[in-house]
């Protein structure tokens, strides 16, 4: 079980997208995630008729390092550190450590 995931709401705590939210879009293996509207870099491409891709400088979306992120506590809205507890009925769940909330996946 990771601290995030899928779908989670983070914000960005250091780099030049500080303060800013997204929701994480994709996982890499090296630690990474693509978080939407972060890190966003101009890209080159080259037109490639075969595939109909028109050429020209596009945005796109880098990987962030998960150390640079933090879970938005929906009661606060601020970011949040995330802990590990496991259930009564023997469920592993993820919950804020400020409130003990857990948190809804």
């Known amino acids: ?7 989670d ?6 780099g030049k997208d500080r303060g800013k939210q997204g929701v994480i879009q ?19 491409t080259k ?3 075969a595939v109909g ?4 400088v596009l ?8 150390s640079n992120l933090m879970l938005v506590n929906p009661a606060t809205g601020k970011g949040d550190k995330v802990g590990f507890k496991v259930l009564d009925d023997g469920r ?5 450590k ?7 996946a």
Do not use: C, W, Y
């Open 1 to 7: 079980m990771e601290k995030l995931v899928t779908g």
């Open 9 to 14: 709401q983070v914000i960005v705590t250091t």
């Open 26 to 44: 994709t996982r890499e293996t090296d630690g990474r995630f693509v978080v939407e509207g972060i890190n966003i870099a101009k890209k080159h």
């Open 47 to 49: 037109p490639n008729p």
């Open 53 to 56: 891709q028109q050429g020209g």
């Open 59 to 66: 945005d796109k979306a880098m990987p962030i390092q998960a």
């Open 92 to 96: 592993k769940v993820r919950f804020f």
């Open 98 to 104: 400020s409130n003990g909330e857990v948190v809804s």
